[in-house]
């Protein structure tokens, strides 16, 4: 059954949204689905196509996980800020709650800005584009903003200072209870632990920012200072993550050795396997991106913890669960 009340407040949600970034100078744009390059990142699966044309030839096309590789692209070509809201896909992803394989997602660049101030940014962006006539209860409650090395001592115990070390973090997945193996990544171990411990103790009366993600989870924001963590941030909402945020990378040398390092690793772990590989933009490393705080944020999930929802298949009207089942007649 398709449900048109929802469709209105997902229309009513995209318009406050469009039209609070305008007001605040920012420049929508619209960038492609389809790539032949992707950032390199590992812990996402792509979607892959091909392009066919007669005169042009054949080539590999991939749809965007994010509109980032683009976004960054005007950002260097002197955008200033800029918005968007755009469909991206994920491939190999569950099929659950809060997951589909495509998803609408909203992604804002400022300019001149940190991720601390996208805190901010943020906070006011949620209040003044909410649903006319609704007001959840974690509205009302002030936004926790907590560091990951508060959040992992207070619900895992974990000292974060010491975790650099993978013996030391083992030996803490045992204490909880887990049991990671002898090869396991770092990166898993650490994710073993958060995902059962600590993200589900998360408060979900409130917004919550959990800030200063570990230098060891891969990504392109700007490195803390001299401490063992990312300037990044996660943003849940009663204990769904809704959207993330990061100082941007503008180190070109900081941006190739990642794209490198990632890239070698994607080809390493897909070898073999026949998932998708997307070669990586060679021109982005080169880009001269200036100071700047990006954004992106699931908008379906972000429509479900408006009308207190903890899933958004009923905010779908072709979600990709029902249209993987035998046939059955419409319901309207």
């Not at 115990?157 to 993978?166: L, S």
């Not at 030996?171 to 993200?199: M, Q």
Request: hydrophobic letters at 35%.
């Amino acid at each position: 059954m398709y449900d048109f009340n929802a469709a209105r407040k997902r229309s009513e949600l995209l318009m406050n949204i469009r039209t609070h970034f305008i007001s605040k100078g920012y420049l929508e744009v619209s960038t492609p689905t389809l790539s032949p390059y992707l950032i390199p990142e590992p812990t996402i699966k792509a979607f892959g196509t091909r392009f066919i044309n007669e005169f042009e030839g054949c080539r590999d096309l991939y749809l965007i996980p994010s509109p980032e590789i683009f976004m960054k692209k005007l950002l260097a070509a002197g955008s200033g800020s800029i918005f968007q809201i755009s469909q991206c896909f994920r491939n190999a992803e569950q099929l659950g709650d809060v997951h589909n394989p495509e998803f609408t997602m909203l992604e804002y660049y400022t300019a001149g800005a940190d991720e601390k101030d996208s805190i901010g940014i943020t906070i006011e962006m949620i209040e003044k584009t909410a649903l006319k006539g609704i007001r959840a209860p974690w509205m009302d409650e002030k936004p926790l903003v907590i560091t990951m090395h508060e959040a992992m001592m207070k619900y895992a115990g974990v000292d974060m200072d010491r975790a650099e070390d993978i013996s030391y973090l083992r030996k803490e997945a045992v204490r909880l209870g887990l049991h990671p193996g002898d090869g396991e990544s770092w990166d898993d171990t650490f994710n073993r632990i958060f995902l059962t411990y600590t993200e589900p103790s998360l408060p979900k009366d409130r917004e919550v920012y959990l800030t200063q993600y570990p230098d060891r989870i891969r990504c392109l924001a700007k490195k803390d200072g001299d401490r063992p963590c990312r300037k990044r941030w996660e943003m849940y909402i009663s204990g769904i993550e809704i959207a993330n945020c990061y100082d941007e990378e503008t180190d070109r040398e900081e941006t190739r050795k990642y794209f490198e390092e990632e890239e070698a690793r994607l080809v390493r772990e897909r070898q073999g396997t026949g998932d998708v590989i997307p070669p990586a933009d060679p021109s982005f490393p080169s880009l001269d991106i200036p100071q700047s705080s990006g954004g992106a944020m699931g908008l379906d999930r972000l429509l479900a913890v408006h009308l207190g929802l903890n899933c958004i298949a009923p905010l779908l009207l072709f979600p990709l669960s029902d249209m993987l089942r035998p046939e059955k007649p419409e319901t309207v």
